[in-house]
């Protein structure tokens, strides 16, 4: 602003500029402010402040909830054309299991397959019923099963990493999470993960909160961390720090829709070089 003050006195009868104005408050968000400034004589100058802080993010919102029905077309497409190949290759996996010798030890392989064609399935199906604008009939789980299957699904990874699993689960936790926490969980572990290549330690805490009646997980690694100025993009769609292949930016995104639905809020606390901690509250529906 001062800038443009000095080129109007200095010469140019007028000045139509975007400014930001830096919030005084840690918190606050910045504000941007249209500016036209005007020299009536040496002397004096008009300046016209507009705050389009409002307009100008009404507008991101616009363009980004376009970006999520386009997201949502096309997922609903690629579920429609997944789902009956998955169907076959679910069929298929049963019947060599059925085949397979009670101690054939190749078995433990091919049950992973089928658990995590099973995963792909409910993915799909729950994107399908998402698409149609149906809420989805998914039967109660067990939240801290959940958190052992899906440590357990990461295992080879886990091992290759050198990295320590740390299981801190309430045992009076009520079965009330759908299974559809499950995505919400493999994202967050996986981030978790992709954090550490180096290895370290993971945390996977669970906890029933009796005062408010909320459930509360936590997924803590002692990774990378997220620098600060990368804190506030992690959950867009498609904002990703990782290679092609690695990342597609949509793991958070997904996490907090899912979490929404529920009423429930998602929270990260990043430490660079130290680590991250995500938790997840969800309140208990009565
Ligand atoms: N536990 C974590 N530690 C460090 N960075 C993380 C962690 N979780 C998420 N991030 C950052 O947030 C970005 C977005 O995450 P996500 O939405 O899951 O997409 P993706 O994992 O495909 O990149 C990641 O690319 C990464 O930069
Ligand atoms: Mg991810």
Same mark, same amino acid.
């Given at each position: 602003?001062? +800038?443009? /003050?000095e080129r109007v006195k200095g010469g140019e009868g007028q000045i139509d500029d975007e400014v930001?104005? =830096? #919030?005084?408050e840690k918190e606050a968000i910045p504000r941007q402010a249209k500016i036209k400034l005007v =020299?009536?004589? #040496?002397?004096? /100058?008009i300046l016209l402040l507009e705050d389009i802080t409002e307009a100008v993010r009404a507008e991101r919102r616009a363009i980004q909830a376009e970006k999520m029905a386009t997201i949502g077309r096309l997922a609903a497409n690629l579920a429609h054309e997944l789902n009956s190949p998955l169907d076959g290759a679910m069929r298929y996996v049963r019947f060599l299991l059925e085949d397979?010798? +009670?101690d054939d030890p190749r078995r433990k392989y091919v049950s992973r397959i089928k658990d995590a064609l099973e995963r792909m399935d409910r993915t799909i199906k729950g994107l399908l019923y998402f698409a149609r604008g149906k809420t989805q009939t998914l039967k109660p789980a067990d939240l801290n099963e959940m958190v052992r299957q899906t440590i357990s699904f990461f295992e080879d990874q886990i091992r290759r990493r050198g990295i320590e699993v740390v299981e801190e689960l309430d045992e009076e936790m009520p079965r009330i999470l759908h299974q559809d926490i499950e995505h919400v969980l493999v994202n967050l572990i996986k981030n978790a993960i992709q954090a550490? #290549? +180096?290895g370290g330690v993971l945390t996977v805490r669970t906890r029933f909160d009796k005062s408010d009646r909320s459930i509360i997980f936590q997924v803590i690694d002692t990774g990378v961390g997220i620098p600060p100025e990368i804190l506030q993009n992690i959950f867009l769609p498609f904002f990703t720090t990782k290679e092609v292949g690695e990342g597609t930016g949509l793991g958070l995104?997904?996490?907090?829709?899912i979490v929404e639905r529920y009423g429930g809020? /998602?929270?990260i606390d990043s430490e660079v070089g130290q680590g991250t901690t995500v938790t997840v509250r969800i309140p208990l529906q009565t």
């Open positions: 602003l001062e +800038e443009a /003050i930001f104005f =830096k #919030p005084v =020299k009536l004589d #040496p002397d004096n /100058i397979m010798y +009670e550490m #290549p +180096e995104s997904i996490c907090r829709g809020s /998602i929270r």
